[in-house]
């Protein structure tokens, strides 16, 4: 299918516009703008509208579906860009994404850092995560809940020696107020800071901030925003 020059005019300019809101909420938290990466959150989207967008200044991409990033992946659709691995994720899908994505930010289970561990060790890579916090605890939510797990889970994965720990992602829940999410971004911060005063100073991730909330995220130290509607429009679930 061929994408029409508008919507990759749109997206265009998508993207020089939240590049600029990065950028001023980055120098409003006294933060280098350099210092966040834009990860293109790009589930649903086609391998031409992701091939497309490759070509504007992002930083990385971001799929939460295995089969689209095998897909998007050998299609050669990311470009000169790196994908990441922002999703769910099964234990029997590790060995596709092993290999496939420079960062499984959403690793949330003992099991899965097994499978992960395990994987990297076949393909000989170490293989880069984050842990996923559930922060708002929602019972539908992927991620730990709690500070049992969390620090559980990030013994086991420093333990490993085929990953390396970053750091950590966060979707707060849909339905919280700004000042609500804000607090829960503070929280992430902290978190963060905890788990590199216990673990060592190699834990610099935290991803955190969507289209709607990434500037709060910004000001509260995210380093990586994922954001898909504010670049390619809103997603169309009926294909
Ligand atoms: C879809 C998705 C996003 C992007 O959400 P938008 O509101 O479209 O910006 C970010 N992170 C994750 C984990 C997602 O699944």
Redesign the pocket.
Known sequence: MLLSQEYVARMAENVARIREEINQAAREAGRYPDDILLCA?C?TRTVEEVRASADLPIDVF?E?HVQELVEKYDAGAYGDKLAHF??HLQTNKVNKVVGRAALIQSVDSVRLLDKIDHAAQAAGVKQQILVEVNIGGEASKSGVVGEKELWDLLDQATARDHVELRGLMA?PPADATESQTRAFFSDMRELLNHAREQYGVGLTILSMG???DFIAAIKEGATIV?????IYGARDYSK
């Open positions: 959150a589930k971001g939460n922002i999703g979707i969507m289209s709607g994922r954001i898909g509607t504010a």
